[in-house]
């Protein structure tokens, strides 16, 4: 069972986070800067998996920003570990204008796609990159909710998670076109 | 699947156009968010952040109250509202407004609305009931993205009181026509399944429906539900195996549409979740696992790609292939994938590798010698959690040989640790290893090393711990230590020893510097001096009294510490000098702050002064009598009732009390009919909430105490004391060893000659190759640590405990036991049931015997509780029948009278005379009363097992009935009952030992917790007089409802109880409308079916009581409205509202 995704960066900042247990509104900052401690202590040839109190951690580092997928100890840590990267790759072709690895993969407006990743991992991210069509799941979610328009809702929300530098170019370039 | 985008595409453009509109509006509202950004990412102090947000959200709390804001704008306030949140400043002002956004907005707004609910509040937030009404028009609405939208809120948090409410509009969209709304369905459901699984129960056919959807989303959301319930009951859903392997051979085989791959390998994660579910059925089941075997194959085929993801659905398979009925090469293979997975350089790998080596190695600890190397190699691994995973994975290898230097090695990784959680989990691995050893006391020599889990190496393991633990403790280990020491072991010498080294080892570091000692060692230490010192001989009272004294005066000494030191003083306090330095304690602290710390003092003082007294109080090397506790504290009745007399208020549980204070605040949480009108009569309704005012006003009115009550309560409290502590004590300790020891022992199923195999390959592996220096170390450690295993060594063959010796043990002291059961056998009950045999077996009735089984049946009729009778009409009537037709000597249709009606289920069809001549072999007290029919459980060679449930007033009688239908005789009968729900006891056995005759064994059931359905597993083993003993299982299950019984009440107690009661669950049922009244048709339906006491029925409500045996109290409370029936019902025990709801609905459907 997943029980939280977060996306950090390397200073430790908070960009999105997404609960699937219950955890107290002031309890989640303690919370996130322990699991943020946790994963940036660790180095490049220690293993992606790391327990914090009865959490078992997975994280995956993209440039700056770490995610960082809380789950229980009867989930099977490595499909956990490709789900980010499916999760990422989703987000890299969801947003199809970005190239740049800095870019793509800082958060964006991510929250409604991880509000259809459940606990348990959904179908929701079906994502190959070869593909021409967008992948179904994303489909269902750009249907329910057209951000895809570059409307100024979904700027306003990808604003809100985007990593702190490259957000108001972003933002800017948004709001210029 | 590109349809529905464009259908919905279509439905878009008046949202966009909306929303595209630029203006000067939007643009400042973006800016907006973006300012608050920017000034937080200028910002270089938590201090001034704070500050800067906290304006924020007032700015934000000022617009979102005011009038005159739109719903755009609302929506732009949602988001920075949620930004606030994010950076964990609460924002709880805005969740109504969120709320009042998915209600009243359209497109864009509403999903704004409906995702800041999502992200705001939880399942129990009181504000998500504002939002069902919100939902249910939502999903009647014809625009599929509204419908979505509902569908996900609800998949994600709903109230479980209000389910019923949208229930029947989620179950009608499993049908629609779009498989995205299908799909959401189905999540949805899963979401109810898993809050409130007794409502969604009758829809388990959709369920199947939804696995075999053409389109593979919904079928996958379906997997979701079938884990969970394939998790809860693996029996009930064995016949879907063939479709799971189906499906799974689908996709592995590719033919799933080219959007499910990800990077070229066939939907993974689907793939791994069928995996967990086969592995799940075929658990201990041959006959499934057969199934299973081939897709298994393919699937590890398949999976040779070298990624990532296509090592999970490795490893997934590997437990699956470990956890099925193994088939030998499929093992091979899997051992292979391990072992390539360890000794992988990828960290990732190595680590899945590891995990999976440390399941694998309870079925198969013969697995760890190959990868010896590799796992000492881990354990000096730079990476702690590798290192924490291998000594899992030796904790699970833990024998007697080998236990010395894996705690060793665990302590190592304790004095390292920093993370208090690791340390609380690894304390107690190792206290548990260490407790499970002591008294083995094996020793052996190999080469160099002597290792001997001996009285020393125990206390020196545990001081360890306990100094290592620090204060983060579980508090059971000490306690099970304590207990450990106090109760010793087999010999009386050992336990001396044993006490003796304790004592003195604690003297020792007493003397030396406590000052880093954690208390809760310090109070350890504190009781073995009080209880055992007096066992030194060298050591005098006095000395050891000085010692607790010095412990008292440090200031860093906790008062509870201080009053176990007290303790320990008195017990000690002998003699002159320790009478001295008792009194000098005893002041100082007799005027403590601390009240326990006061009556310890007291303690002391009075008892050094009287030694008479404290020999009896503290009676030395007391025989660990098991002592008497009053938990219903009845020796202070005298007492309360005096209080009361004087005026004081009745005691009322914590719940209650708070359940009375919010009553007047809190929004009534009655469930609303279905269509959820608000109009003024329901409002009135909802004020009337009967039950409630009812009670509250009889409690005030009644006299101060109520015995059932009363009798409620307490019975509550003693099942919390019994769980922890037993008569034998501490129950959860000896549960734990027992789980250790099933885990050691290597899966009996493997073939003997399969397991020479293996140990002849590996046995070969340390001793190959000649080796460096620091290689042999390694290897002296890996001799050492894996001894046990390799079976090579006699000695190790002498102290393992193999499953093999163990079983033939059990078996033989079975059979022993039953042998000497069948030589007990009474001649006087053969006689009468082979008499009854022939008489109703179509011999022709003699009259003497008929009017004696005639008169001895309906006697007990007559003897039928008053209660049992009143209550069940029918069963009454029907008995007289058997009467009746028994004089009119047509025997063999009177036996089977229609008593089904206590038992709802519908057995399979009966071998109509075989029933009637067993019913005859019911033992006379049981012959007259109600009971279920009579059901085969299995057949066997030589014998027909059946059986039935008989319904006595007070208890359920299960009647086994064991049928030789051979012409050789059985001996050693033997009949094992087990249950998880049930206390099963055994009331009488009576063998039968001649050919074709036929033994009654009658068990006792209690329910230990409630289910819909509780079940009974069984074995029957036998052994003919010429051949090998033989086993059979068999199970056996009842309804719930056969253990409830009327309970007669007053309203006033209801009333009362009705406050008590904390656990309760809502529904509303169909009205029966056969002519008469309604409610009372219904009420009577189901007093009539369930055994229900009707305590009143005013109007459009009714009460009834209920008690499920024994005297576990339900109380339902029914309400005609809308012509549907409201049912509340109420309990102390947990699920049983649920399960009663169930059987309700039950009782209706089948009328």
């Excluded at chain 2, 704070?50 to 005011?66: D, G, N, P």
């Excluded at chain 2, 709304?181 to 409130?196: C, N």
């Excluded at chain 2, 399941?359 to 697995?367: A, F, G, S």
């Excluded at chain 2, 009333?1055 to 009420?1083: C, R, Y």
Aim: aromatic share 6%.
């Amino acid at each position: 069972m997943i029980k939280f995704v977060l996306m950090v960066n390397r200073q430790g900042q908070t960009r999105l986070s997404r609960y699937y247990e219950r955890v107290e509104v002031t309890r989640r900052a303690a919370l996130e800067a322990d699991v943020v401690r946790c994963c940036l202590s660790r180095k490049k040839e220690q293993c992606s998996f790391v327990d914090h109190r009865d959490v078992r951690l997975v994280y995956r580092q993209y440039a700056a920003l770490y995610i960082v997928v809380g789950v229980t100890d009867t989930e099977n840590e490595l499909s956990i570990y490709e789900l980010i990267h499916n999760f990422v790759e989703v987000l890299d072709k969801y947003f199809s204008r970005v190239s740049e690895l800095d870019v793509s993969f800082s958060g964006r407006h991510t929250t409604s796609i991880c509000v259809v990743m459940r606990p348990c991992i959904s179908h929701t991210l079906y994502c190959s990159p070869s593909d021409k069509a967008p992948p179904p799941a994303i489909h269902l979610d750009k249907s329910s909710a057209p951000y895809h328009s570059k409307s100024s809702f979904s700027v306003t929300i990808i604003s809100t998670f985007f990593n702190v530098n490259i957000i108001l170019t972003q933002f800017d370039g948004f709001r210029l076109s | 699947m590109s349809d529905v985008v464009e259908k919905t595409l279509t439905a878009l453009p008046s949202l966009l156009s909306l929303d595209s509109q630029p203006g000067a509006a939007k643009l400042s509202s973006t800016s907006k968010l973006g300012n608050l950004i920017r000034g937080i990412t200028e910002l270089t102090s938590k201090h001034e952040e704070e500050k800067l947000i906290h304006r924020e959200l007032a700015s934000i709390k000022e617009q979102v109250s005011s009038p005159n804001t739109s719903m755009r704008q609302m929506k732009e306030l949602m988001v920075r509202a949620i930004y606030c949140e994010s950076l964990g400043y609460e924002a709880s002002f805005s969740y109504i407004h969120a709320i009042k956004l998915a209600q009243q907005g359209t497109g864009l707004e509403k999903r704004v609305g409906y995702l800041a609910v999502s992200l705001f509040l939880n399942e129990n937030h009181e504000l998500l009931l504002l939002l069902v009404n919100t939902v249910l028009k939502d999903l009647q609405s014809t625009n599929l993205i509204e419908v979505c939208m509902a569908l996900t809120v609800v998949s994600q948090m709903f109230p479980k009181d209000m389910i019923p409410a949208i229930l029947p509009l989620v179950e009608e969209k499993l049908n629609h026509p779009k498989e995205i709304i299908r799909r959401k369905a189905v999540l949805a459901l899963y979401k109810f399944y898993l809050i409130a699984p007794n409502q969604v129960q009758h829809i388990h056919n959709k369920f199947r429906k939804a696995l075999c959807d053409k389109d593979p989303g919904v079928m996958t959301a379906s997997l979701h539900i079938y884990l969970q319930m394939i998790q809860e009951n693996a029996e009930g859903y064995k016949d879907l195996t063939a479709s799971f392997v189906s499906i799974l051979k689908q996709v592995v085989g590719g033919k799933l549409p080219i959007d499910f791959n990800y990077h070229s390998v066939p939907a993974p994660w689907l793939q791994i979740q069928l995996i967990r579910i086969l592995s799940l059925l075929g658990k201990n089941d041959q006959r499934t696992s057969e199934i299973m075997y081939e897709v298994l194959d393919e699937s590890l085929r398949r999976a040779e790609m070298n990624h990532n993801i296509t090592y999970a659905i490795l490893y997934e398979c590997v437990k699956c292939i470990y956890t099925i009925h193994p088939k030998s090469d499929l093992l091979e293979k899997a051992a292979k994938c391990i072992g390539n997975f360890v000794l992988s350089p990828k960290i990732n790998l190595k680590y899945l590798g590891l995990k999976a080596l440390t399941y694998v190695i309870q079925q198969d600890p013969k697995l760890a010698l190959q990868h010896q190397m590799t796992i000492i190699e881990c354990l000096d691994h730079p990476d702690l959690i590798i290192k924490r995973e291998t000594l899992e994975l030796l904790f699970r290898i833990t024998n007697t040989q080998n236990v010395v230097v894996i705690v060793e090695k665990m302590l190592e990784f304790l004095r390292m640790s920093t993370d208090d959680y690791t340390t609380i989990d690894l304390v107690g691995k190792v206290a548990e290893l260490a407790e499970k050893y002591p008294s083995d006391c094996v020793c052996f020599s190999y080469k160099n090393y002597t290792y001997a889990p001996d009285n020393e190496w125990f206390i020196e393991t545990m001081n360890t711990v306990f100094s290592l633990s620090g204060d983060t403790m579980q508090p059971d280990i000490p306690n099970s230590f304590l207990k450990l020491l106090s109760e010793g072991f087999e010999s009386v010498e050992e336990d001396r020893k044993l006490r003796l080294f304790a004592v003195d080892s604690y003297v020792t570091l007493l003397k030396g510097e406590t000052g880093k000692l954690p208390q809760f060692f310090l109070q350890v230490i504190s009781w073995v001096l009080g209880e055992y010192s007096h066992l030194s001989e060298e050591l005098k009272p006095a000395t050891v009294l000085e010692l607790l004294q010095k412990l008292l005066d440090r200031k860093q000494t906790s008062s509870e510490t201080k009053s176990w030191a007290l303790m320990a003083m008195t017990k000690l306090c002998e003699g002159r000098a320790g009478v001295s330095v008792a009194q000098q304690v005893s002041e100082t602290y007799i005027s403590s702050m601390d009240t326990v710390l006061r009556q310890r003092a007291q303690e002391l003082q009075h008892l050094s002064q009287d030694s008479e007294l404290r020999a009896r109080v503290l009676p030395r090397d007391a025989d660990l009598e098991p002592l008497e506790v009053d938990s219903s504290l009845s020796f202070l009745d005298g007492f309360v009732s005096e209080a009361l007399a004087a005026g004081a208020a009745p005691y009322k549980p914590p719940h209650q009390r708070q359940e009375e204070l919010s009553q007047a605040k809190v929004l009534s949480l009655e469930p609303y009919g279905l269509s959820l009108p608000i109009s003024m009569s329901s409002c009135s309704i909802a004020d009337r909430q009967s039950p409630t005012l009812l009670s509250m006003s009889s409690g005030l009115s009644g006299d101060s105490t109520d015995l059932s009550h009363k009798g409620g309560s307490t019975t509550l409290k003693f099942e919390g004391v019994k769980r922890v502590w037993g008569k034998e004590g501490y129950l959860a300790q000896k549960e734990s060893v027992e789980e250790a020891v099933q885990v050691e022992a290597p899966s009996p199923l493997r073939s003997t000659s399969q397991q020479a195999e293996v140990v002849g390959s590996h046995s070969q592996t340390p001793t190959l190759t000649p080796t460096p220096e620091p290689e042999q170390e390694k290897q002296q450690l890996a001799s050492s640590l894996f001894f046990g295993i390799s079976s090579q060594s006699s000695v190790c063959l002498m102290g393992k405990s193999g499953p093999t010796p163990q079983r033939f043990r059990r078996k033989a002291k079975g059979q022993s036991s039953s042998s000497g059961a069948t030589e007990q056998m009474s001649n006087s009950v053969v006689f009468t049931s082979t008499t009854v045999d022939n008489l109703l077996c179509n011999n022709p009735p003699d009259s003497t015997i008929t009017s004696e089984v005639d008169v001895s049946s309906s006697k007990h009729t007559s003897e039928l509780p008053q209660g049992l009778t009143a209550a069940n009409g029918t069963c009454d009537i029907e008995a007289e029948l058997t009467d009746s037709d028994l004089k009119g000597s047509s025997p063999p249709l009177s036996g089977d009278n229609g008593l089904e009606n206590a038992d709802p289920d519908p057995h399979e069809n009966l071998d109509k005379p075989q029933g009637v001549c067993l019913s005859s072999h019911l033992p006379a007290e049981l012959s007259g009363l109600c009971r279920s029919e009579i059901t085969p459980l299995c057949t066997l060679q030589n014998l027909d097992l059946s059986a039935c449930h008989v319904h006595r007033e007070d208890t359920i009688v299960l009647v086994v009935f064991i049928t030789n239908s051979s012409d050789s005789a059985v001996q050693h009968i033997r009949l094992d009952l087990d249950s998880e729900l049930l206390e099963v006891s055994c009331v009488s056995e009576s063998p039968a030992k001649d050919v074709r005759s036929v033994a009654v064994y009658l068990y006792s059931l209690t329910v230990r917790r409630p289910a819909v359905h509780v079940e009974l597993a069984g074995t029957v083993s036998y052994q003919v007089p010429v051949g090998t003993p033989q086993t059979a299982q068999f199970s056996y299950k009842l309804p719930l409802t056969a253990f409830i019984r009327p309970l007669t009440v007053s309203t006033e107690e209801y009333g009362t109880m009705w406050l008590a009661f904390s656990h309760d669950t809502k529904q509303n049922l169909t009205l029966i409308n056969d002519g008469q009244e309604p409610l009372v048709a219904t009420l009577n339906v189901l007093r009539k079916k369930l055994q229900l006491h009707v305590v009143e029925v005013i109007g459009v409500e009714g009460i009834l009581a209920c008690k499920l045996l024994q005297d576990q109290p339900c109380l339902m409370h029914f309400r005609v409205h809308e012509g549907a029936l409201a049912v509340w019902l109420r309990s102390p025990v947990p699920d049983l509202p649920d399960c009663l709801i169930y059987h309700c609905q039950r009782a209706l459907q089948e009328h």
